[in-house]
Every structure is written in structure tokens, then in C-alpha cells.
Nanobody, 125 residues
């Protein structure tokens, strides 16, 4: 059974930084699309950042470009989200996702076959 397990969420002050981790178990995703999505309270789940494989180009949502970065470790079957200069609009539940098909567009929520349970990030003073 495939599981994606996120960690690293919490409360952070505006302007602060936080790193989220996601480790996949049950299947290797080093050559598959993995991505981060987030869902603010009362809003839809949206793409944050991701790549088609562990060494591939990373795509970002415009709202996080220059502040967030995504990295992957193929050996650990993991994806990370490094978040800097956080603001209140970044408050959301952050989800790790992975696609079963190769070369899936990480920006497309509909191609994701596997999801973590999410980790809450709250940006508040």
C-alpha cells in the first residue's frame, strides 16, 4: 500500500521560514511526478510546486515563486518544500502528491494518484 507522509508543519511568524518533508512508502517515485499542493481554509486545493522526476525541472505557482523551493531526494523517495518569507496568505493545509504515470504534469491536480493526509501551516504573529 502506498503512503505519503508529510511532516514539518506548524505555526510561524510572518517573514519566517519553514520546511515541509514528504516521504513515500510502498512504491518508488524517483522517476514519477511529485508535487505540493495547498488548501487554505474555505478554498480549493491548488498547486504549489513540483517536478516530473527527482532531477527534473521544478514548476512553481506564481504566488510562491522566489519564496518557495522544491527539492527531491530520489534515494529517500522524498520531496521537500522550503518556504521563506511566509505571509498570512500562505496559511493552509499543505499536501504532498504523487502520480502513478510517468511524465505527468505536476501542475495538474487531476493526474495525482496518491495523496498525503496533509500538514497545517499557520502564518500568524
Amino acid at each position: 500500500q502506498v503512503q505519503l507522509v508529510e511532516s514539518g508543519g506548524g505555526l510561524v511568524k510572518p517573514g519566517g521560514s519553514l520546511t515541509l518533508s514528504c516521504v513515500a512508502n510502498g512504491r518508488t517515485f524517483s522517476n514519477n511526478t511529485m508535487a505540493w499542493f495547498r488548501q487554505p481554509p474555505g478554498s480549493l486545493r491548488k498547486f504549489v510546486g513540483g517536478s516530473q522526476w527527482s532531477g527534473g525541472i521544478v514548476y512553481y505557482a506564481d504566488t510562491v515563486k522566489g519564496r518557495f523551493s522544491v527539492s527531491r531526494d530520489g534515494a529517500k523517495n522524498a520531496i521537500y518544500l522550503h518556504m521563506n518569507n511566509l505571509n498570512a496568505e500562505d496559511t493552509a493545509v499543505y499536501y504532498c502528491a504523487a502520480a502513478g504515470e510517468y511524465k505527468s504534469d505536476p501542475r495538474n491536480i487531476h493526474v495525482m494518484d496518491y495523496w498525503g493526509k496533509g500538514t497545517m501551516v499557520t502564518v500568524s504573529s
